[in-house]
């Protein structure tokens, strides 16, 4: 006679929530990494385009790109203040919502008149919310990651490099049947809005942690300006940013250059250097993946160790080999190389959930600062020895990184989440 069966038991995590739950969350802040990724990547892969609609040299491109950077900066020191306001769910929405219109205002301005000044303004919009979103989104990751208890940041992160993808062959395709920038803006401008507003709609607060673990002490770093701002003090959050700093300079180099070294530097068309920076993308998308699963054998230390010496390998490959194939090679490594600094950097960060949102800021800023200092400053030299070997800073922070990856070791526990 056969057994009757049990009821299968219904798991739930902190704060009472369903798996159901937890996994719609996890797959809205999916959506919001590959957002941002595609906006990135929508502007990048229309960088040679732009150039040549403002009739600008590489020095007022990288002045351009500063007002990026310089927004994103503004946005990142404020960001941990904003998300205690009003949390991260709030100023996700919000600031995306904010950005899509600075996106489509930059474009604008790459194509009617076209207006300099107006670009640089859009831009600087746009920069200033992706850098409170940037926080927002690796805040509340982290707690989606503790409560799912495993570790996925570099999914997350993935996932930008995914939208990353889709927005550079986006761009290529746009460059290919000569989309005006200003519809091409628009149209992601739309879809970044509208994404927005609905994947927030299944995200819950990141305070759910804190709220099932122990009482936060009186004088936790999220309780007041001068606790959050107390964060900087702390050697370990700084060692962590130096890291940072050094991978997102990495990252960001090829944000901002790789395109145009692709066409100045290797002799290619604007179709093929907007190619070339999906191959880059492609490889980060890859090495991300991937990465989880070396995280979890060898732990963070090692894997960025070996991070260093990859990116500094390709990236020696694409400066000094003259060969655009080989050099696509470079890039390929140059990519899996750059994949994982940042969201490891961010995890190491977020390790303790208390002071989340004021580490990760603080980390977020220092690394920022390369995309601060870095556009102008690889425009300067490109303009005096071209883009190639203008890169050549980046392998310098590249080895300043691996040798201060000993600060992003696991706290005690934290590998065991994954």
């Avoid at 390369?370 to 005096?384: K, M, Q, Y």
Wanted: net charge neutral; hydrophobic share 55%; aromatic share 8%.
């Amino acid at each position: 006679m056969p057994q009757p069966t049990r009821p299968a038991q219904r798991i739930t995590y902190a704060g009472g929530l369903s798996r159901g739950q937890v996994v719609a969350w996890r797959n809205a802040i999916f959506v919001v990494f590959g957002l941002c990724g595609l906006a990135i990547a929508s502007w990048v892969s229309r960088v040679p385009a732009v150039r040549d609609s403002l009739h600008a040299s590489t020095l007022q491109m990288a002045v351009l790109i500063f007002g990026i950077a310089a927004g994103s900066i503004i946005g990142l020191l404020g960001s941990s203040h904003i998300i205690a306001r009003f949390g991260a769910r709030l100023t996700i929405a919000s600031c995306l919502t904010i950005a899509s219109i600075g996106f489509a205002v930059a474009g604008l301005g790459a194509t009617v008149g076209p207006n300099y000044v107006l670009t640089f303004i859009g831009l600087a919009v746009f920069g200033a919310c992706f850098g409170i979103t940037d926080v927002s989104m690796n805040v509340i990751g982290a707690a989606n990651e503790r409560v799912l208890g495993r570790a996925i940041m570099p999914i997350f992160h993935a996932f930008f490099s995914f939208g990353t993808m889709v927005g550079a062959g986006l761009g290529a395709l746009a460059e290919l049947v000569h989309l005006p920038i200003a519809v091409h803006t628009g149209i992601v401008a739309l879809i970044i809005a509208t994404a927005a507003i609905t994947a927030v709609r299944f995200m819950q607060s990141e305070h759910i942690v804190e709220d099932d673990a122990e009482p936060v002490p009186d004088d936790d770093h999220s309780k007041s300006w001068r606790g959050r701002l107390s964060i900087w003090g702390d050697p370990r959050t700084l060692i962590i940013g130096l890291i940072v700093l050094g991978m997102a300079f990495t990252e960001g180099s090829a944000n901002d250059w790789l395109a145009l070294a692709m066409v100045d530097g290797h002799g290619v068309n604007n179709t093929t250097g907007a190619i070339v920076f999906g191959v880059f993308v492609s490889a980060m998308t890859i090495g991300r993946l991937a990465g989880v699963k070396l995280l979890d054998r060898f732990g963070r230390v090692p894997v960025l160790r070996w991070s260093s010496a990859l990116t500094g390998l390709g990236l020696v490959i694409f400066i000094f080999v003259p060969n655009e194939w080989v050099a696509i090679a470079g890039v390929v490594l140059w990519g899996l190389g750059s994949a994982l600094g940042f969201p490891v950097g961010m995890s190491a960060a977020a390790d303790d959930p208390k002071t989340a949102a004021a580490r990760v800021s603080a980390v977020a800023t220092i690394g920022y600062f390369a995309f601060l200092v870095g556009p102008p400053l690889i425009g300067f030299l490109g303009e005096h020895f071209g883009l190639l070997h203008a890169l050549l800073v980046v392998l310098v922070l590249v080895a300043v990184a691996g040798f201060a990856s000993g600060a992003a070791r696991e706290s005690h526990g934290a590998r065991s989440a994954g």
